[in-house]
C-alpha cells in the first residue's frame, strides 16, 4: 500500500499584518483627538450660547430698570458688565473658530487614515481569497490523487 503524505498547506500569513495594525492604531488615535475636539466645540458653543443668554437677560433687566427710572451710575454699570459679556463672546467666537479649523484638519487626516487602513485591509481580503482558492485547489488535487492511488492499489 502506498503511503499517503499528509497534505498540509501553510497558515495564511499577510506580509503587511504590522503595517495594517499600525495604521489601524494610527486612525483610533486620530479618531479619539477627532472626538476630544468635537467635545470642546460643543463645551465651547454652549459656552458662547450661556455668555449670549445672560447678555439677553441683563439688557432686558437694564430695559426693564429704564422704564421705571435708571440712576447714572447704575446704567454705567450695566454698560460695562454687558461691554465685558460683548468682549467674552468675541473671544469665545475666536476661539471657536480656531476649534472649527482644528476639527476640519483632524476630520480629514482620519478620512485619510481611514482609506489608507480600508486600502491594506482590501489587499489582505484579496490574499486570503486566493489563498483560500488555492487551499481547496491544494485540497481537490490531493483527493483526486488519493482516489487514483486507491483504484491503482485495489487493481494491483
Not at 466645540?41 to 421705571?68: H, N, P, T, W, Y
Amino acid at each position: 500500500m502506498a503511503c499517503q503524505k499528509a497534505n498540509v498547506m501553510k497558515k495564511f500569513y499577510f506580509a503587511l499584518d504590522t503595517v495594517l495594525n499600525y495604521k489601524e492604531q494610527v486612525l483610533e488615535n486620530l479618531q479619539a483627538e477627532h472626538a476630544r475636539i468635537i467635545a470642546e466645540r460643543v463645551e465651547c458653543e454652549r459656552g458662547i450660547e450661556a455668555l449670549e443668554q445672560e447678555q439677553r437677560a441683563c439688557m432686558d433687566e437694564l430695559e426693564e430698570k429704564k422704564s421705571f427710572g435708571i440712576r447714572i451710575t447704575d446704567m454705567q454699570t450695566y454698560d460695562r458688565f454687558l461691554t465685558s459679556l460683548r468682549k467674552k463672546i468675541e473671544r469665545e467666537q475666536e476661539r471657536l473658530a480656531e476649534i472649527l479649523v482644528r476639527e476640519e484638519r483632524k476630520r480629514e487626516q482620519v478620512v485619510e487614515a481611514r482609506k489608507e487602513t480600508a486600502s491594506i485591509t482590501k489587499l489582505k481580503e484579496k490574499k486570503r481569497a486566493q489563498y483560500d482558492k488555492d487551499v481547496q485547489k491544494a485540497d481537490e488535487q490531493f483527493i483526486d490523487e488519493f482516489v487514483s492511488n486507491k483504484r491503482a492499489v485495489a487493481r494491483a
